[in-house]
């Protein structure tokens, strides 16, 4: 890139810092306007919420690709790649065009005048660069997922979406979003324009109705109350198979939480139908029966089995307790845990310590926000009688994999630093195997 200091473009992005100044929409205004606006040109469907927007969002793409519409994917964060956040018809975008598209945006920037103390941010760059390879790719829509909160989320400088999903919402990031679900809500809410649809996910606290509802109402938009009953035939380690409206579906993600995710993207491909949109029961068959979403009870070993889960908050963690009980309560459990500091990590840690035979504590190398594995090994000792403060992620997967039967389980869950860690080690360690 052309830069003072020359760097690969995801470097300079990360350069860039997670915060760029006073909360708002201005500089990410400012940026896409000396970019022609490319966002004006799109169709979107925009989630806010605080879990599974990331599941809901990979379900309803695969839907409409396989409803054959051309599709942008833009989640955050990433697991292994940074370039896995922005993908058009499943393909994340080649490092030339990043880099390409990163030094048109870098040049834009370099124009703009800001207030004092003020600059574009790595989550504002990102999201012009998405809008930008978006229109190139010539989108008939794009899945759009919110980085943190709704109000003043770079992605919130776009018109309407076509519909605006609220996944569930819990406390998280409250010195940024507010103390209360009811404050979060409100922020998440934000998203809603008028002449969008909006679909609320099942399981929203009592809390976070009232702000929806009255965002949704101040807005004048659609609320879609669309919705049928799911019959669940099976829910295992393999996923689950259900009859939903008299038609039978399967999903390859396990945990009954992912029921619930499934039941919000069919709510959206329904709102989206009413909206004028193709989509053909076939094609929505096919789709959730594709739909994959990496670092969400992802499977990368057998024998013992290795799942890796990016649960990160009290609301994850607590979903992905219940799918232990449910499906893992017959094997021996190691759990390989890291955290990041801004999280209600004793909470975490200890829902998953106390479900664990063994704990191996760890800290995400790549997050200055790591919590120490000292300390999560300290809160960890307390509720799990087998503990092993194992400072990096390779220590404690070789560690566990090595006191491991072919019968355990090693659930390796935290940070979702942790958990592109994990993937990198573990697909490695395939490699050299095979």
Known sequence: ????????????????????????????????????????????????????????????????????????????????????????????????????????????CAGLTLPEGEHIGEFEFTTAVAFLYFAEQQCDIVVLETGLGGRFDATNVIRAAEVCVLTPISLDHTAVLGDTVGQIAAEKAAIIKPGCTVVCADGQPDEALPPIRRACAAAGADWFDGSEDMQVLRCDIDGAAYVRGGQGFTIPMPGRHQLQNAGTAHRTVAAL?????????????????????????????????????????????????????????????????????????????????????????????????????????????QHCPEVYDCHTAEHAISMALEKAAPRDCVLLCGSLYLIGEAEKILRARQKTAE
């Open 273 to 381: 139908r009413s909206r004028g949109w193709d989509i053909t029961v076939e094609a929505e068959v096919r789709g959730m029966a594709r739909a994959r979403m990496p670092g969400r009870l992802e499977r990368l070993g057998d024998a013992p089995l290795v799942l890796l889960d990016g649960a990160h908050n009290a609301a994850g963690v607590a979903a992905l307790c219940r799918t232990v009980d449910e499906l893992l309560k017959m094997r021996r459990l190691l759990v390989v845990m890291g955290m990041v500091r801004d999280k209600d990590y004793a909470r975490c840690i200890y829902e998953m310590a106390r479900r664990a035979d063994v704990f191996f504590a760890c800290a995400p190398e790549e997050d200055a926000r790591a919590l120490p594995a000292q300390t999560a090994a300290a809160i960890a000792e």
């Open 1 to 108: 890139m052309q830069t003072a200091i020359p760097k690969t473009a995801v470097e300079y992005i990360h350069s860039l810092g997670r915060f760029s100044g006073t909360p708002g929409l201005h500089r990410i205004r400012a940026l896409c306007a000396a970019l022609g606006n490319p966002q004006d040109g799109l169709k979107f469907v925009h989630l806010a919420g605080t879990n599974g927007k990331g599941s809901t969002a990979c379900m309803v793409d695969a839907v409409l690709r396989a409803a054959g519409y051309r599709v942008g994917l833009y989640t955050s964060p990433y697991l292994v790649q940074f370039h896995e956040r922005i993908r058009v018809d499943g393909v994340l975008i080649p490092d030339a065009d990043l880099t390409r598209l990163s030094e048109r945006v870098a040049r834009a």
